[in-house]
């Protein structure tokens, strides 16, 4: 997904003058030859993140199309207050796109990793969270992403489904059944059609959580039961279909990272079994679950 | 029209409790800023190759909209209800709701980065007149956010950039060796001036130079003095 960022991004810059691109050392050598044919838009700003979102922010002022660009810890955690003020409180929008997810780096430790991006930007208003699933969806998400000036949050992981799909901006089912409709964001497809192997559910896939798909979940969710994985925090979106079904009888079943420093490291798929999100515990969490 | 003029403005805004312009610290740099420096204009607020004024230092802001109010960007009567309900002008200014406000600020260390990404747009889109004149508070340069800035803008010569900071010494563990250094030794050009003094004020704006980003230290007086 990174590479498909980085070739994506350089394409934008080379034909759209109005996009620009700020770094803080992470990939700033992908872009070398980027930056020696438009230094002007492409900006390296150092190991410097509140600069970074600031920069963004001023570009944006001036009526360029910002992609900010680093780890998600580095880009969403440590720079909130420059997202929240620089960015959304000035009324202006910026394209951020984040390496690492909740794990990927888990052999680097908690220092680098960010369960709770998404979590942070769902406290702000008007993001659009993409969370692609395959290589495969990031350059129509980013594409799209560069032609209009709303804050869009694109975030890249290296755990990756087998099929990219281009229709996943609403609930896509992928599988049908009966009795439950669960709901897999972005990475979390692949094992969550290996969990349910066998069981009577609907399964529908999402790259895009923020705006959620409510009008599909509401045609999706008959039976009353949902369940939703999510590959950062778990409950992120809780509240959102909770909201939306809240004329109706429904349990909401929700799974994701937990809320727990593990100090560990080891490799991702080490971490998402810790956290409950490898098949063989999903479906420990689901089968009882289910009526 | 002189700086005087802004008093009674000032007064509307804040009654009785602060009378004298000097009460203001920021008041005679803002005021030599739109009188005699910045290219705005009230009437083409959206001008492009405008100027641009980044209040960072957003607390405190009678000084900045009464002068507002004095050049034309604000009408009078917004000064008789400051942060009031349906008040447009509040304890910090808000871009979205005051004509002429650049960035909305009030949390520090937010101006200079904003004003730095505001210049590099600027050239990237090549226009090469405007410059970004950011104000500061000795105060503010506590947060490291600003230091990110003066660091970049200097080692990229980023000369589109003047920065302003009013000296007053509120900051409580101080800036040994000035405030002035700690922009020249990453590459500003850098200047101390009596920050009452219109003339120092002015003279100090405009030694801005070719391939370096700018400081004028305003010197008023102390915090509380």
Redesign the interface.
């Known amino acids: 997904m990174r590479q498909a960022f980085i070739d994506t991004a350089t394409a934008l810059i080379d034909a759209d003058?109005r996009t620009?691109l700020?770094l803080a050392d992470i990939s700033a050598a992908a872009f070398e030859r980027a930056a020696l044919k438009h230094a002007?838009?492409v900006?390296n700003?150092?190991i410097?993140e509140?600069?970074m979102?600031?920069?963004?922010?001023?570009?944006?002022?001036?009526?360029?199309r910002?992609i900010a660009h680093s780890y998600a810890t580095f880009l969403v955690d440590r720079a909130y207050?420059?997202i929240k003020?620089?960015l959304a409180?000035?009324?202006v929008g910026a394209i951020l796109v984040s390496v690492g997810a909740s794990y990927d780096g888990s052999s680097e430790g908690y220092t680098h990793m960010s369960p709770m991006d998404v979590q942070l930007l769902d406290t702000l208003p008007g993001w659009t969270i993409h969370v692609p699933g395959h290589p495969g969806e990031v350059a129509p998400l980013l594409t799209a992403a560069a032609a209009h000036d709303d804050p869009v949050y694109l975030r890249l992981s290296t755990q990756t489904n087998d099929i990219a799909y281009a229709d996943a901006s609403s609930l896509r089912p992928v599988r049908h059944g009966t009795k439950a409709l669960v709901v897999a964001v972005g990475p979390m497809l692949a094992p969550v059609l290996e969990a349910t192997k066998g069981l009577d559910v609907t399964v529908a896939y999402t790259h895009t959580p923020r705006p959620f798909d409510t009008t599909g979940l509401r045609e999706l969710a008959t039976s009353g039961n949902v369940a939703l994985v999510e590959p950062y925090l778990a409950g992120t979106s809780a509240h959102v279909i909770s909201e939306a079904l809240a004329d109706r009888p429904h349990r909401l079943l929700s799974l994701g990272v937990t809320r727990r420093d593990l100090h560990a490291y080891g490799t991702p798929a080490d971490h998402a079994r810790w956290h409950g999100l490898d098949p063989a515990t999903l479906r420990t969490s689901l089968t009882p679950w289910l009526p | 029209m002189t700086v005087m003029d802004v008093e009674p403005l000032l007064r509307r805004l804040t009654g009785d409790e602060k009378h004298a312009p000097s009460a203001f610290s920021t008041l005679d740099v803002l005021w030599v800023l739109y009188d005699r420096v910045l290219r705005v204009d009230p009437r083409r607020l959206d001008d492009p190759d405008r100027d641009r004024f980044l209040l960072s230092k957003g607390h405190g802001p009678a000084a900045y909209y009464a002068v507002l109010a004095a050049k034309g960007f604000l009408p009078h009567d917004w000064l008789d209800d400051l942060a009031g309900a349906d008040s447009p002008l509040g304890h910090h200014p808000d871009r979205l709701r005051v004509p002429g406000v650049e960035i909305s600020s009030g949390s520090l260390g937010h101006g200079l980065g904003l004003g730095v990404g505001t210049a590099l747009g600027l050239r990237a889109q090549g226009r090469l007149e405007p410059r970004v004149y950011v104000l500061l508070g000795d105060a503010e340069l506590d947060e490291g956010s600003n230091h990110e800035a003066i660091a970049y803008a200097g080692a990229t010569g980023l000369d589109s950039v003047t920065a302003v900071v009013i000296d007053n010494r509120s900051a409580s563990h101080g800036w040994p060796g000035g405030i002035a250094s700690r922009f020249a030794v990453h590459g500003w050009t850098a200047v101390t001036v009596d920050g009452r003094d219109h003339d120092a004020v002015e003279a100090g704006l405009r030694q801005a130079g070719e391939g370096a980003p700018h400081v004028v230290v305003a010197v008023v007086e102390t915090k509380g003095s």
């Open positions: 003058p620009a700020v002007d838009r900006l700003v150092g410097r509140q600069l979102i600031g920069v963004a922010g001023g570009l944006a002022l001036t009526g360029l910002p207050e420059q003020l620089d409180h000035q009324g």
